[in-house]
């Protein structure tokens, strides 16, 4: 009797009780305003994630040795925002009562928020680690409270000023960077100071979201607002491997948008990117 | 003193107040389920409709000797749909009581309804006739009632049987067949009697929405759903001119995505639809 | 406890005991002579399939009412043609020996051979219905007998003269036309006798490839070797219904190359044949 | 010793003096309004043509069989129009003193005046057979008389009335399709009247070009300004066979814009064309 | 009263007569030797401009707070350069004679040589800050003295030596870098010494002209001739900071083009410059 | 008399007899595992060549006082690894006894072994320079000796320990690089030491094989397997110009892929590379 065809990003091929992480896709990108596409993202990164090693070189470690449940793709409904936040809401705690870290594969930055509603309940002491392009910290984006333009704001609303440490900023509007020079901690343009960060939030519980348009454009250009000043690729793993030596109790890697990656090299990157991810942060 | 720099559609350079017609944009995608970009749609046909003449050799008449107005882009926020088709009633109303001929660009099919909720008011008997490669008859989906997948039907909760007619339909579920054999007119893959049914409908009000992919899917490329099997050009500009000579009293051209028209000729070919739908239609 | 994710071609989610067919995936372009990339079409054709529907009005059938099972794809070796074959044929081998249709997704052309000999040798007086652009009738190319272009050649080794009915040709070198003029029945361009080979073979066992660039190379352009002047996505389908109706015991469609298909067209068009061919074949 | 590297047209390997006929790029696309690229038709269509078969199921013959010398690229200065078309005159002259049928690759549409310059002083009787979707007959396109918008209506300054036949016309201001009327022959749309205007010109000399966007936009998407509404490849194919039975006496295609065919199928057809029409005109 | 649609570059909305700046397009490409298409460049910039913001965490200035007024695209003949560099001419001096500064948005870089002249007859002091990868110093390209790659050759002849500053220099022929050595300033590769040069022509009045090409082709590969090992985008905005700081009178952006930016950063990021631009010349 | 058409890479058009290098191209994918293409890698350099400059700022050298000999294009069967090889090895042992370096286009990395054992017949004592991103250094793969993900460890088994310096790598399983850490001399993702190396190595003679991934994957996307991370371009000039001071008997540059190189920027920079190589290595 032979199997069904089961997909999983490459090595992640445990069964869920022996998991120690669980990675799941939320292709979600109904508020994004600009240029659609993270939808496929998270099928993408599991698809082409067997064009990479399992092993990295950076950090001396192999995905065959950490045990990796992939759940597949979350069932969205589309149009319905708040439904697909509650989804993924539940999903997160689910994995999180199970004494899993859960490790989200975006989609557009919001659902960012459905996480950390789910981890800020089980950790009241929740701190956010953020590396991004954008400040994501409006108050409403066209009249929308729910917009990946304001998912730190909403998390914000849930967990208050200092708790919130952004990395790499270089976009937003005027009001946003008052709102962050006010209440969260914001390094624009690079990770200068995370390695004072991390050595300050030592042991409480962090959530590290990493907008993948962090990187430079010419880096990841398959993104659905690309922006050219960014960081590149080893200050990104660097910066990953320094935020996992914190106490990370979940995370999630989001906005890569396929449809403009023709050539597949920020697709690529993102398979690169979860890899020494889940290497830093799953034990 | 120097003008700002105006864009329209090619010739639709008239003022409101002596426009016949008043064409304008409706960039929403929201419900799509399938492939997201036809909320660029409305921008890219203005924008290369300078690559296509004027003149039509096959109505023998052109955009110069007709007075249309291009009201550019409806201003959507994102993520919510009823105000979005709330946007576009109020537009379409505005239109028609001013005596004028509305012709709505999508954006994605489900934008109708705005337009159609409109008309319906002004014209208690109006009809529709609906070109499209899907039935779009579905109750709901995935769990949403206000969904592209679902225009037609929610058109049919406001005129009820008899009053749809459908031509080139080749995709649906099985119940939107049957949907359709008790509630609707519908000519399965062509136009073929599309003929005896202007003549039937005759003065009555009519609404023409024509979704572009009832185009096969080799002519019109550049779409959310792309369908194999379906119209070539010449059959579609036929089918214009036939309907044209009915009483059209608002009308629409919908998805056109133009991330997947790599090489353009989804976005010409849908220039030259809506020059000869604005030549067949205007007086 | 969550189960791992899985990946079949839509509706196709039978278990393996309870189908009927059984389809696999073959990603094998080994002996592309032009221009590479058929070995991603069967996992495009599966990830894509869910932008299509499970039923079909042209034949009013629901892949939800038959039962196929989905084997996901076969895990080559690179640059071992023989080995390859002999994959395959083992694979169909065994889902003949179980009873069931086994319906092959390519790759290259070459991938049939594997299918053929494992056909050939459950039933001897097995015959072949090809369609293709290219007569595929070469003894060698440029050295090399195991070559895509030589497929139909090494089948008719197996099967002899008068089992191989060829339609849609209209690509070969001069040698390949005289050939089929002595060995093989050709219908050059087109299906016009279609309908008098299927009477004529009536109960006898066949094999039906589908070399999708049969089609016109504006329906599906995303092949290796595009050929214009080919049919229409109508004709395709009728002609699979017609061969549906004899008695097909085994089937493949191949030469989808995802590189060379940026709009997602042939995709598209890949799943609605599949789908066709399933519901034409499976009883 | 070894050669250097040489690059023909498949199977255009001649000498130049035991050629019948010589090709020869023109790659200028210096006037074209909307979309450049043309430039790099004649080299792609060179490049590419290792896809094709020598051989011509259509005619039953086949490259290897007929002498064609391959003249590579003319070196054009840019941004000098007049002497361009000097450059393709004196070639072509040439070409035509050595009692050699000149067959020139384009480039956009206007080079076909620098060749028709030539052929009309050898041949002062010289009549035009123009397939093509736009009838190019303008008196001036903003501004300037040399024009790939003007190049038949510069031709009809040398030849003057009722000797330019155009078919498929489809595209053009209202002036044209008058000029048309009164000054040449005009079969819009398709080549329903080719037959009977071959037989009437029999044995006079006839210049034959091919804009090859003739084509519908689906079979040939890699074109500056694409038209749908277009005859399909089988339509051209055989009015190509049908005009070699004329007195061709030189010949061109163009318009081929790889940069707008990312799947190649435009450039593939092109290089079927070329390979018909030599078939078709060279003895 | 409903207004034409209008469209301007971000918050470029002011009306002329109160603008401080005057942004235009230059949509010509004609003297482009090898990969036409910065005609569609300037259009680009203005209809992307909406993914970006109007603030800049660069300088902590915000496009709302400055008046720039946007002139849309001159509209040029085809294929007559000498007009183009006219109708630049007239337009970059009516602007400056009424005290506004003109920023210039290509087109290909010959457009450059327009505005020069207009700025060269009110200041005849004026200087030349030049970013770029080609020196652009030939007297001459195939023949032609009005060349893209002559333009900076061109602009000596109206300034002579020691007025034009050229940074970021990598490409050329030899002959070029010889002419440099001997009457302009050249600074290979990268920015160095740009700090000491813009101390040194302080209040000199300063034509700013920004290759995009400057840029590394990661970073911008949209562009017609892209040169690895350039400036990344952090050190380029820098560089206009500084230049930002002289008394720059007239400026532009060129060489944008589109159809070679699939993925449309470089799109994004020549917004992004002109916004930077704008920020820094506009007091 | 005209002459064929002849296409070489840019000014290397010397005869065979009066040149001191020969470069030629190595069309080979067959081993391939991940996106195949690089088939078309070294027609495209040649190709796209007359987008750069003869000359080179980097290291004032002119490719027009170099005399090189451009051989076309290797002509290889399909799937048959073995004969390719041989046919490498034959033509590079040609153009070593004629007493000139070859320099080798590739195709994928797998050619380099035909190559290498030429030159090591020649030279007994050589040492193989090693550019890339992976470390190529697997015993086989997917059951395969022969893959380029081997090729390394094949050019090992002929020349033994400590005579392979490799440079940039950053990927390949854990084996790989213990296999490296005992074998070969390794320094991961820069050249830091390369100074050092070609220092100790002197005059002995150097295959240099640059694979061009070993460039970062916004540098270099249009290849097999992308990997962010690597150099820049100035860094792999540089390290070019280093190597180029030891004693170069033979080289390659490999890897290319054109269909995953949509903007062009990928094979612009090969094209360079290409030059400063043969500047660097040609006396």
């Given at each position: ?132 392009a ?80 962090v990187l430079d ?12 000043g960014g960081m ?52």
């Amino acid at each position: 009797m032979k199997e069904k065809n089961i997909e999983t990003f490459i090595a992640c091929d445990s069964d869920y009780e022996a998991a120690k992480a669980v990675i799941f896709g939320a292709p979600f990108d109904g508020t994004t305003s600009y240029r659609p596409g993270t939808r496929f993202g998270s099928k993408a990164i599991r698809s082409e994630s067997y064009g990479i090693e399992t092993y990295s070189p950076y950090q001396d470690k192999d995905l065959e040795d950490i045990a990796v449940f992939d759940g597949g793709e979350l069932d969205f409904p589309f149009g319905n925002t708040q439904r697909v936040l509650q989804m993924i809401e539940e999903y997160t705690a689910d994995v999180l009562s199970d004494g899993k870290l859960p490790v989200m594969i975006g989609g557009e930055h919001l659902v960012t928020l459905g996480a950390v509603r789910a981890a800020a309940k089980k950790y009241p002491d929740l701190n956010i680690i953020h590396f991004d392009a954008h400040a994501d910290l409006r108050q409403e984006y066209l009249g929308e409270e729910l917009s990946h333009a304001c998912v730190l704001r909403r998390c914000h609303d849930i967990l208050g000023d200092g708790r919130i440490f952004q990395f790499g900023i270089r976009s937003g509007d005027r009001e946003e960077f008052r709102f962050a020079a006010n209440h969260t901690y914001m390094n624009k343009f690079n990770l200068d100071t995370l390695d004072e960060i991390c050595d300050k939030i030592k042991d409480k519980p962090v959530y590290f979201t990493i907008d993948l348009d962090v990187l430079d454009s010419s880096v990841f250009p398959g993104t659905g607002t690309p922006e050219a000043g960014g960081m590149c690729f080893s200050e990104l793993i660097w910066g990953i491997i320094k935020v996992g030596k914190t106490n990370v109790v979940a995370a999630d890697i989001n906005e890569l948008s396929p449809p403009y990656d023709p050539s597949g090299v920020s697709t690529a990157a993102a398979c690169k990117t979860l890899r020494e991810l889940l290497l830093a942060v799953v034990r």
